[in-house]
Structures are given as structure tokens and as C-alpha cells.
């Protein structure tokens, strides 16, 4: 079968949780149930890789050291972007190579998605501009002075207006779980779901701890 | 301040959120709360590293390459031991260099806890008989196989009766922060949950989804 493209951007200090739990979701639905269906790939509707500026090793917030799939000059196509957040975005704002790659991977992707903090890289590429979109509590301030039209949503865990952004670390796994249901339908998420003993959180939900 | 080492091992086939959510939790607790404490490992509780066989590249589930910190000949002292699963447990089951490095970091550890099948090879190694236990839904009975004096409880998302071993998964997370409470108190762990926006569940939440 063809198997939708997911291609995860890494980078020094991006926040692991950001990354892994959509890596998670995305690598281990599988269109058939079960747990047999796991041991391989047949049924498996995404292709999941990672890229970095360069095909080097990178760092990860707190010291997890892992090594990309492609970089920028050598990388496949995309078909759902995934941007990540963490301290590192704040670099990365600056950053024109970066910023380039992601505008460019979001033209030619079905659909392009935030984590985190991964929002504030989006809204300086210029793709959030006259839409909703969210973030980490801490930087949706942030997120609203890098773009003035975007509306920036406060209290919703993932917000939809054609490119998908997410609140803060874990709503990245309830989003990676959304675009699993838009794509393959409920019953293939909510399997992928019970499949990481993961109980999916309204995406109207807003920080509640 | 003197920090809890906690030291992670990962292997071929070791589930990404398995070991990835300890390793979030872990490396972004603090004991000063909010934004700003995150920016250094200042007030840290924990110091996270990764231990592999060999100091050399991993290939998790799904593929994502991770570069481990320590080797067995070469890893650092642990205080908190974090066997996460996958299906690479299967195969370390008969492996007894990687059987006897648990044995031996267990008997050293302050704590040692289990993600999701890790308890498959805590079990092997010896170190659950006689105790209350879980594991992935879908192991339950191979782990009660594996050592008939394990009470394997099947409807539990963390069990703590010495060593603490998970259910599937995310259940990661909520071990964690469960263990995060238990060392550093409950306004640390829900602080953490907050900054990471996860919504702890019950540790006696059974697979509801």
C-alpha cells in the first residue's frame, strides 16, 4: 500500500515529548487491529523518518541524542509536516535555512502540523497568518506578537483552520491522534490509541491541572 | 544540589514512548516551578541518561536512531532504573549479558521501575517474584507465564509494591510522575504534569478506552 509520508523536523533542544509522541502515534496505527498487526509494517498507513538541518546527530532537550533520517539538502517528500517545539525554536526564529525548508515542506504537504512551541516556527514562515492557532501556555503571547492577524486560541487543545497546531509537550499526541481520524477514520485512532493505553483528551480541553 | 541519576535502557525495538515519556517527565521536573526553571538544570532534581549494550546507535520502534549515553562496561551509577518495553524485550529475554545488567543496576538502585513489557525482562531477571505486577494488556499472560509467583495485576496502570512496573505505554508517564511524586512530593509532579500539559490518570485506572 502507499503509505502517507510523515516527516518529523528535529533539532538541537527540541522538547522530547514534542516529537516522540507523534512519532509514537504515527508509527504504530495500523489499519488492521490488534496486536499482531504491529510486528510489521503491511498494514501500517504512515512512513515515519525525521529530518534536521544536517543528517548529524542532534540534541534534545534535557540531553536525548538522536540521529535524523535525512537533512535538509537530502530529505523526502512530505506529505504531513510535523514541527515540533522546545527551547530551540527560539534560535530557530532567526534562522533562515530553517525557516525556508519549513515553508518549503509545507507548500508541498497535504497537511502541516505544530507541537508545542513548533507554532512560533510556523507563524515566522508566515503559514498562520489569518488563522486560529495555538501553542504552549507560556508562549501564546509570544505566538500572538509574532503575527498579529493570527488568532490565537488559549484554552483549546489542538485547533484546526487548515494547518493544525497544538497546545503544549503531550497535546501532540492527541493531535498525531486527530489527523490519524481525519485520515483513516475513528475506529483506526481510537485503536491506535488503546494500542498505547492512551485515553484521547476532548481537543476543546484546555489546561486544566 | 546532588541529583537522582536515572538511568534509562533502551535496545533495538524498544517502543519510543516507552522510554521517551520517563525521559521527558524526568529531565523537565523541578523543584522551582514555571518557565524560567526549565531554562537550566539548576534546581533538577534528576539527572537522565540512557544506557544501551553497546555505546552505539539503537533503532527504536518505527526506526527512530537514538545514540545511548553509557554501554554496560562503561554506564554511570543509577539511583532510578527504568526498564521500558517493546518488542525487543522478547528477544532480550534469552540475552544474559543484558538479563545480568539488570540484575545488577536493580541491586544497586534506590528504585527500579518497568514501562509497559520492561517488566517481561524484570520478571526473567528474577526481581518480581513474589510481587504484584503489570504490563501491557497484551502480555499480562506472558508475563504471568514467565514466573508463576508474580500476582499479575490485569486493571492497574501502575503497581508499586517495591519495584513499580506500568501498563502499556503512555502509562510511562503516569509511572513517572508517580515516581516524581513519591521522591519530590505531589505539587512537583503536578507542576511538572502541567508544564508537560499532561492530565494525570488514576494509577488504578484499568485500559478503559
Chains 1, 2 share one sequence.
Not at 116 to 131: E, F, I, M, Q, V
Request: hydrophobic letters at 45%; glycine letters at 10%; charged letters at 25%.
Amino acid at each position: 500500500m502507499n503509505k502517507l509520508r510523515v516527516g518529523i523536523f528535529i533539532f538541537d533542544d527540541v522538547e522530547v515529548l514534542d516529537f516522540a509522541g507523534p512519532y509514537e502515534v504515527f508509527s504504530r496505527a495500523r489499519l488492521t487491529p490488534g496486536l499482531e498487526s504491529r510486528r510489521s509494517d503491511e498494514t501500517a498507513p504512515f512512513r515515519v523518518f525525521t529530518v534536521a538541518a544536517k543528517a548529524e546527530t542532534i540534541t534534545a532537550t534535557g540531553g536525548l541524542r538522536v540521529v535524523p533520517d535525512y537533512g535538509f539538502a537530502t530529505t523526502s517528500p512530505i506529505d504531513l509536516l510535523v514541527v515540533p517545539g522546545g527551547f530551540g525554536t527560539r534560535r530557530l526564529l532567526e534562522d533562515f535555512a530553517a525557516l525556508d525548508w519549513i515553508r518549503g515542506s509545507a507548500a508541498g504537504a497535504r497537511q502541516v502540523t505544530s507541537v508545542c512551541t513548533g507554532a512560533l516556527l510556523l507563524a515566522k514562515a508566515g503559514l498562520l497568518a489569518g488563522r486560529r492557532a495555538t501553542t504552549h501556555w507560556g508562549s501564546l503571547d509570544l505566538l500572538a506578537s509574532l503575527d498579529p492577524t493570527i488568532q490565537v486560541e488559549r484554552i483549546r487543545r489542538v485547533v484546526e483552520d487548515g494547518i493544525v497546531t497544538s497546545a503544549g509537550v503531550s497535546a501532540g499526541i492527541d493531535m498525531a491522534l486527530l489527523m490519524v481520524e481525519r485520515l483513516c477514520g475513528a475506529e483506526v485512532a481510537n485503536e491506535t490509541a488503546r494500542y498505547i493505553e492512551y485515553q484521547r483528551r476532548p481537543i476543546e480541553a484546555g489546561e486544566s491541572v
